[in-house]
């Protein structure tokens, strides 16, 4: 008997994919892509195409350098350079409808469906399909097409275990479930390489990130008795190193990573904003909900917001927030 992965959704997304015939359809990712933002686009493209639906995927920023290599012939656009006439939008791995960029969102201000794991997501898309204990975004999608024995091509397969495996962080997180391994056999059965993927991501380092990462190691400021370890990227760093913000993609891993801290923290300047991504190792700490206190959001271990303040002026306040979330967190007052 073949497994059905999420068979409520499936039903739904199939009502859904009826509702794109004859229409071309845009598949939107979000600001600063990451590997499940470009691997569900990659996918759902290829796969809406293979059903006859022409479709293509739209950003407002670049494919990271690292990713790349996983988007094969795929027909994706930046904003500016997207094709003029009517799209109908879907939206993957945006919790929120501004994700997509302003000019993205004026272009198509209406989303026909939404698929998402955050658990911050605002349910913006006229169908929405968010399920918060998948661990990404790509574990849906492949779900989905497997239920609805869609067709899968290597690409495709690739696409979709690029988003699981950085989503799971090396299905080292603890949303790694029986069902993620199932659902990756099957992918690399339908062409997937997990040696190409790592290679790719964690093989093809440039000499100026890794002086990057010397920088932001070296700026580690620990806080509330050890709990919480905060780090910093500032523009200079960019310039001394020649890199550029992508370049710092997964650095706030490294934050988390220390023995006995609880959250880890990135602050990275950016002309003249300031971003924070937030990392936690279990999920009592909802550290989506902290993001939310400065307009942000994400999932409950890793979560993200965007602040116009500068670095040391807005330290002490974000210091103080994560100290008054931890003690709701000892007192066992956040869900």
Known sequence: MTKSY???????????IELLRGHRVAVLGHRRPDGDCIGSQV?????????????????????????????????FFLAADLPAGEFLAVSVDCADHARVGDSVRDRFPNVLLNIDHHVSNTLYGETNLILPEACA???????????????????AAQALYLGIATDTGQFCYS?????????????CELGASPSQAAHELYECEKPGRIQLLQRFLASFRMEHEDRVCIGSITDDFYEET??????????VDYSRSLDGVEIGSLLEERNGQLKGSLRAKEHRYRVDLLAKQFSGGGHAC?????VERKLEDFYPEFVTAIGEHLRQVDAGGLS
């Open 6 to 16: 999420f068979p409520e959704e499936s039903t739904t997304f199939t009502r859904n």
């Open 43 to 75: 996918a759902l493209t290829r796969v809406l195409n293979a059903t006859g639906i022409e479709s293509l995927a739209v950003n407002i920023d670049p494919v990271p350098r690292t990713l790349k290599a996983f988007v094969g012939d795929t027909p």
């Open 242 to 251: 020649s890199t550029t913000p992508e370049d710092a993609e997964n650095f």
């Open 137 to 155: 975004t790509g574990e849906i999608l492949a779900g989905l097409f497997f239920d609805n024995e869609l067709a899968v091509d290597s690409v």
């Open 175 to 187: 949303g790694t479930t029986a069902s993620v391994f199932d659902i990756c056999r099957r992918l």
């Open 302 to 306: 890793a979560a993200g917001f965007n």
